[in-house]
């Protein structure tokens, strides 16, 4: 009988969902109108634009748009499937103007399409172009060409979106009142998708670009075929490849930011071009940043682009909000639960409807009291609460460090031992896998997944606390400073900040935990001792000195290691324990390093070895985790 349960509870929420999806593109047949155009820019290419716009004239109405490289389809004479798959359609009900545009060279606009195209901050003529100049043309010519705009103009979107959304900030025009860059991609170096600290992130990047990098000789409305794996297990493929060469070989020559790519295996001038935040300076427009806790693509992005601005535009109206969620899951209609992990309420909507569309119906309709949003507003895990904060990091937090200890243990002491080490071997043969089950995709949950299966790998070192006497709060950025000796010349560090439940834990109110990732088609997860992550970061041990100028290291040379984590937002309540695990590898979220210093684009398999790795932990070298820890 239990296992009919949640059978019958989706198959009520999939009915009522459509039964409200199709009453909600009946209206907007009803109350819209659908016009595709070409918009010409400032050095002639023309970009594709669908506009929907309200068929009420009792009012002049705001404009809000999305710029995307992913196709502003349906195309024709179809729209409301668009406007009702999100909380779009809240915009629709009032009424904005909803603009969506394929950036140049990407779908049906015409020019060439350039990845994360660098903004020019000096543009001399005509053909000084960036997404910046073309925004500002968009702008232009909807103000003066669409009948009843009031003036307003807003824009938001998610991930790649969410860059385009950054240089509709940048553009400049006087029209733009509003911008929302959402799990913006930022930096794809140091913390976003392609990347983290260096170390590249194959699975990603190869599943994604496998498909999106194909080239489009001219505007089509036909998407891209994708890669034909033929091996359905994450692991075992990229296993196979074997290396980095061999993935571009399999991705072909056709592909060209995978091999431009290839060319630029440090942070020089190419990756510098390229980020975001180059361009946020005299930002005019409100700014609302959003992104998830649990975002495995874009978590970096939101967080620094924040920073950035906050940094580089003193006074303006900057506000962030990180909310319990995957990459996008705050446009969904729950954000109640990630995998395993429940939040106690729906978040998503709780966002949309007190946030988000506050937000833009002030700024673009002056509708409502000023929203007053907080500077930070901030989804508190463990504690479940949203916290609102005047400053962020939180003016309350303080970095504390927390010692690695002989045999496994944390604590705010400093070790006292003369020499203390603890010691694994990590073997490229062999990786730690990112995640316990076998996947094709890569899951949105392993970011708060159960780390039990890393716990038991003899190439995983595992550090925890005493269990908790009062709960632990922290919020902000983590730095992990690691002091370290290998026996080669390379390797990657993985810290992983973890919380360890209760052996008896139960989620309360309930008898039994969430089925196994939140599907109902497994048994009850067993959350009693889970190991839910909370955050995980890798680091390329080359890059410890700098990013633009590897270094290899001595081999059995203590030397640190010193990384930031991308900020965190949780409470260890008391009774649980807070754990730290430390490995060489996250397979196949991050391709395996060589333990060698070599070039990794252009490594053979000859040249992947065997290390054994060296945390020290004593009172000369004493390697901790400075944790961000509220008040």
């Known amino acids: 009988m239990l ?17 409200q999806t199709d009453q909600d593109s009946a209206w907007i047949r009803e109350n819209y109108t659908k016009q595709e155009t070409y918009i010409p820019m400032r050095d002639g290419i023309k970009l594709f634009t669908a506009i929907y716009s309200p068929k009420d004239m009792s009012e002049k109405h705001p404009i809000l748009m999305v710029r995307t490289p992913y196709s502003c389809a349906p195309y024709g004479a179809d729209f409301s499937g668009r406007l009702t798959g999100s909380h779009w359609k809240y915009y629709c009900r009032e009424n904005y103007i909803m603009v969506i545009q394929d950036v140049r060279g990407r779908w049906m606009s015409e020019g060439e399409f350039v990845d994360v195209r660098p903004f020019i901050k000096d543009k001399k003529t005509n053909n000084d172009i960036d997404e910046a100049s073309d925004t500002y043309d968009a702008i232009d010519w909807l103000l003066k060409n669409l009948p009843n705009n009031n003036g307003n103009v807003g824009a938001f979107g998610i991930s790649y979106p969410g860059f385009y959304a950054t ?5 400049g025009h006087p029209a733009l009142k509003a911008v929302s860059p959402q799990a913006p991609v930022t930096e794809w170096f140091l913390g976003d998708d392609f990347h983290h600290n260096g170390a590249f992130f194959q699975m990603d990047g190869f599943s994604f670009y496998s498909g999106f990098g194909k080239p489009r000789p001219k505007p089509t409305t036909v998407g891209p075929t994708g890669f034909d794996f033929k091996i359905r297990d994450n692991y075992e493929f990229y296993l196979r ?18 091999h431009e790519m290839y060319k630029h295996p440090n942070y020089d001038d190419w990756w510098k071009a390229r980020d975001a935040r180059r361009a946020m300076y005299n930002i005019k427009p409100a700014m609302l940043t959003v992104g998830g806790l649990f975002d495995a693509e874009d978590c970096y992005g939101a967080w620094n682009l924040y920073k950035a601005i906050e940094k580089q535009n003193p006074g303006i109206s900057n506000k962030i909000v990180m909310g319990p969620w995957s990459h996008g899951q705050w446009g969904s209609r729950d954000g109640s639960f990630l995998g395993n992990i429940r939040f106690g309420a729906a978040t998503a909507l709780w966002y949309q409807n007190n946030i988000e569309i506050p937000f833009f119906n002030y700024y673009l309709k002056g509708k409502g009291a000023d929203p007053k949003l907080s500077e ?7 504690e479940n609460k949203w916290k609102n904060f005047d400053q962020w990091p939180p003016a309350d937090a303080s970095n504390r460090p927390m010692y690695f200890q002989p045999n496994g243990s944390l604590s705010w002491n400093k070790p006292a031992a003369a020499k203390s080490a603890s010691e694994y071997v990590s073997d490229p043969a062999h990786p730690v896998p990112y995640t316990e089950d076998v996947h094709f995709d890569r899951t949105t949950s392993y970011m708060n997944d159960d780390q039990r299966f890393a716990s038991r790998r003899t190439d995983v070192l595992t550090f925890q606390t005493e269990v908790l006497k009062e709960d632990l709060t922290l919020a902000g950025p983590i730095v992990a400073d690691l002091l370290v000796s290998i026996t080669g010349t390379d390797a990657d560090f993985v810290v992983k900040l973890i919380d360890v439940f209760p052996d008896d834990f139960q989620y309360p109110g309930s008898s039994m935990n969430p089925p196994s990732g939140g599907s109902g088609a497994r048994e009850a997860y067993p959350m009693g001792g889970y190991q839910m992550l909370v955050r995980g970061e890798i680091m390329r041990g080359k890059f410890r000195n700098s990013f633009e100028t590897p270094s290899p290291f001595t081999p059995n040379k203590t030397e640190r290691v010193k990384f930031d984590l991308p900020d965190v937002a949780h409470t260890f309540k008391k009774g649980h324990r807070l754990m730290i695990q430390i490995q060489s590898s996250w397979f196949p979220l991050a ?3 060589p333990q060698k210093f070599v070039n990794i684009y252009e490594a053979d398999i000859t040249d992947f070895q065997k290390a054994t790795i060296r945390l020290h932990h004593d009172a000369t070298n004493s390697s901790n985790i400075i944790l961000p820890v509220m008040k």
Not at 3 to 19: D, E, I, Q
Not at 167 to 171: K, L, Q
């Open 3 to 19: 296992r009919k349960l949640p059978l019958f509870s989706f198959l009520f929420s999939f009915l009522f969902t459509t039964a």
């Open 167 to 171: 240089m509709v900030a940048a553009s």
């Open 241 to 258: 490849a074997g290396t980095l060469k061999n993935l571009a070989k399999m991705i072909g020559d056709s592909i060209k930011f995978w």
């Open 376 to 382: 930070a507003t901030i989804f508190i895990t463990g």
């Open 591 to 593: 391709d395996r390093n």
